[in-house]
């Protein structure tokens, strides 16, 4: 069998996978001309430019197949991390928390204020978006979403309701939102035996609490201001940790590769108060950068007994997959792309384009990525583009 007919054989076996959530036949049509269309090269992924490369007279199917058709972008999401689960599953992948800004103009989209961006790299007008993903050997890819809403959205009951919010969401801080998509994930049985993320979620205890009392591992980034318990189980500030770090004990290791190479850093881990699950750990690791011994990097690990250093070194390396899954998505499938203004319309668009990164994730995993296979080139999202333009698979 070849490779275009197994790659659109997986492609028929995704869309029957979700086809069940579309009660009308046409809903189920347009599922799979909007993939398809996230999937193309097209400039924007907005409805007017994927109608014009899908050879759709006008946009208004795409839109009404986002805006008011019948469907439940939380059951898509179930089935979506079925999906994974089974292609890409393993009992040591690690979920990583992250999120990421979608600059945006005016005040109407749901969502938006002038907040941190780390898009923009700063203060920006923008909706932000919490993300779960997860990693394994066989890939990366994306297995939650939360759109982040600010107070001065949630306390304005009337400007919700204009973009459809329903009245029974709360304010949710970034790490609650991480808390309750780790819940889906494991309640959906997502194999895992670790958790990282940068300080927002690290310095979060509440997030913390909840993975210990799971129990799952987890090495999450700190800021110095934050206490942890020391070995006699009082507190201790970060920072106080780093004023006194000793010379002796230090291991050079790499985070794994980047876009330069091995990331090569110095590694020193301090052990802390042992926490109520019997068998777990407590440790401060110290990450420190060889040009520049003064910058200090912390992280609070939980794991279990017997965990080395160069695991943890390698989970902390982990945190930055998802800086790669946000720029494949970005670049690939739209995921910022969109013109949708209301809370129904973001979380269809973010959960489809989820879907078609992971979609992608999978054929590269299975070595189905046509170019790299004829021309000898690394497997990527735009070599799987490009392969699709080229053979007229974007065509509805």
Not at 59 to 70: C, D, S, T
Not at 161 to 180: M, N, Q, S, W, Y
Not at 287 to 308: E, H, M, S, W
């Amino acid at each position: 069998m070849d490779v275009i007919t197994r790659w659109k054989e997986d492609f028929d076996e995704l869309m029957e996978r979700i086809g069940g959530r579309f009660a009308r036949t046409e809903a189920r049509g347009w599922v799979r001309r909007y993939v398809r269309g996230l999937m193309s090269n097209v400039p924007r992924k907005n409805s007017w430019q994927m109608a014009e490369e899908l050879e759709a007279a006008t946009p208004y199917g795409l839109q009404q197949f986002l805006y008011r058709a019948k469907w439940s972008a939380d059951e898509v999401l179930a089935d979506l991390q079925g999906y994974v689960v089974e292609h890409l599953g393993e009992e040591d992948g690690v979920l990583v928390l992250d999120e990421t800004g979608f600059v945006k103009k005016g005040s109407h989209s749901v969502g938006v204020q002038v907040q941190y961006c780390g898009t923009a790299r700063g203060k920006a007008n923008c909706q932000v978006g919490v993300f779960l993903s997860y990693v394994s050997s066989g890939g990366l890819t994306f297995v939650d979403r939360a759109l982040y809403l600010p107070e001065s959205w949630t306390q304005d009951r009337e400007r919700c309701r204009a973009v459809g919010v329903p009245d029974g969401v709360e304010f949710a801080t970034k790490p609650a939102l991480g808390i309750a998509m780790l819940k889906r994930a494991l309640q959906a049985e997502v194999p895992a035996k670790w958790v990282t993320g940068d300080s927002v979620y690290g310095s979060n205890y509440p997030l913390r609490h909840y993975l210990e009392g799971v129990p799952l591992g987890y090495v999450l980034t700190v800021s110095p201001k934050d206490t942890v318990l020391d070995q006699q189980n009082f507190p201790q500030r970060v920072s106080e940790y780093l004023k006194e770090l000793p010379e002796a004990g230090w291991s050079r290791l790499s985070a794994g590769a980047g876009a330069k190479g091995e990331r090569w850093y110095d590694w020193l881990w301090l052990p802390l108060g042992n926490p109520e699950q019997p068998g777990w750990e407590r440790w401060l690791l110290i990450r420190r950068r060889i040009n520049r011994p003064d910058k200090l990097t912390p992280y609070v690990c939980f794991a279990p007994q017997g965990t080395t250093l160069p695991e943890a070194v390698s989970v902390a390396g982990k945190r930055w997959t998802v800086e790669q899954c946000f720029e494949i998505a970005k670049q690939e499938v739209g995921l910022d792309e969109y013109e949708v203004r209301s809370y129904q319309g973001w979380y269809r668009h973010i959960t489809l384009a989820c879907l078609t990164h992971a979609f992608l994730t999978v054929l590269r995993a299975k070595g189905l990525d046509p170019l790299a296979d004829t021309e000898k080139k690394a497997p990527t999202s735009r070599s799987l583009s490009d392969f699709k333009i080229r053979r007229g698979l974007s065509s509805p």
